[in-house]
Antibody, heavy 120, light 112 residues
């Protein structure tokens, strides 16, 4: 059974930082492109960052470029999102999502998400 | 960036009837070299993450009931639920992966 388990969310003050983690099991993590997708309250999903299976390629939405950094540790089957200079508008559920088995950027497995709340 | 739009915003359909959701992209998501449309559909129920239903515009994900089907090409796409069941009440999103992945705003489906 595929499991993607996010952690690291919580309440943070504006300007603060967080590191989200996603522990994967039931997949060959080192062969899988991985992504972070956020969903703000009442809104649709937004893919904020992705990383190729070996970490050689990353992409980020313009809205978080230079603010969020995606990384992975294939030896630990874990995906990370380093979030800096957080703003109220970054408040959302952050999902870890696996890219398609054919290497394309649709998302065939999702975690349950971790809630990030940016507020003073 | 490719902008995705969906219509309607919401719809209510009687049990057993057909539900049709439309999705439009601001530019074509058809890659002519392989003749594939880089378009996926998801279902999201309250309190759950989105679930992949369809990719390549019309390929059903494993385990998805065959009452769900996708069609269309280029910039105009449709998700059809041929016979709506109670468990299909959800918000449905289209997503393009031709470029940096982007989702539509969603269509809420309820029972009439």
């Amino acid at each position: 059974e595929v499991q993607l388990v996010e952690s690291g969310g919580g309440l943070v003050q504006p300007g603060g930082s967080l590191r989200l983690s996603c522990a994967a099991s039931g997949i060959i993590f080192s062969n899988s492109d991985m992504n972070w997708v956020l969903q703000a309250p009442g809104e649709g999903p937004e893919c904020v960052s992705g990383v190729s299976w070996n970490g050689s390629r990353t992409h980020s939405a313009d809205s978080v470029m230079g603010q969020f950094i995606i990384s992975r540790d294939n030896s630990r089957n874990t995906l990370y999102l380093h979030m800096n200079s957080l703003r109220a508008e970054d408040t959302a559920i952050y999902y870890c999502a696996k890219g398609g088995d054919d290497g394309q950027n649709y998302f065939n497995y999702w975690g349950q998400g971790t809630l990030v709340t940016v507020s003073s | 960036d490719i902008v995705m739009t969906q219509s309607p915003d919401s719809l209510a359909v009687s049990l057993g009837e057909r539900a049709t959701i439309n999705c439009k992209s601001s530019q074509s998501v058809l890659y002519t070299s392989n003749n594939k449309n880089y378009l996926a559909w998801y279902q999201q129920k309250p309190g759950q993450p989105p679930k992949l239903l369809i990719y390549w515009a019309s390929t059903r994900e494993s385990g998805v009931p065959d009452r769900f089907s996708g069609s269309g090409s280029g910039t105009d796409f449709t998700l059809t639920v041929s016979s709506l069941q109670a468990e299909d009440v959800a918000v449905y999103y289209c997503q393009q992966y031709y470029d940096t992945p982007g989702f539509g705003p969603g269509t809420k489906v309820d029972i009439k």
